[in-house]
């Protein structure tokens, strides 16, 4: 059974940072993208940051700069730094796998993870 266990979120003001965490257990964790979303109140789920098993990263266009995603394949586990934060990047942080192969291009779209986890929660204020 795929489990993937959020945590790092927090409080923090804007320009500070954080650094999220994503534990993986029952999961191939070397072999595809491992991505980061987030999903804000009121707002659809965006893809914010992946990387695959050779250390390729995609990042959003809102992020490029300020976030950092990286793994550990020997611990299984999945990170997102977090610089300069801003009050718009507030939202619950998830992160995600998938069954398969991703195309891509692909690599932030909801539709293409199978397995997510519970969620940190990330609030940023003014």
């Known amino acids: 059974q795929v489990q993937l266990v959020e945590s790092g979120g927090g409080s923090v003001q804007a320009g500070g940072s954080l650094r999220l965490s994503c534990a993986a257990s029952?999961?191939?964790?070397?072999?595809?993208?491992m991505p980061w979303f987030r999903q804000a109140p009121g707002k659809e789920r965006e893809g914010v940051a992946a990387i695959d098993s050779f250390g390729s990263t995609v990042y959003a266009d809102s992020v490029k700069g300020r976030f950092i995603i990286s793994r550990d394949n020997g611990k299984n586990t999945l990170y997102l730094q977090m610089n300069s934060l801003k009050p718009e990047d507030t939202a619950m942080y998830y992160c995600?796998?998938?069954?398969?192969?991703?195309?891509?291009?692909?690599?932030?779209?909801?539709?293409?993870?199978?397995?997510w986890g519970q969620g940190t929660q990330v609030t940023v204020s003014s």
């Open positions: 029952g999961y191939t964790f070397g072999g595809y993208y």
């Open positions: 995600a796998a998938s069954a398969n192969p991703i195309w891509a291009g692909r690599q932030l779209r909801v539709d293409e993870y199978d397995y």
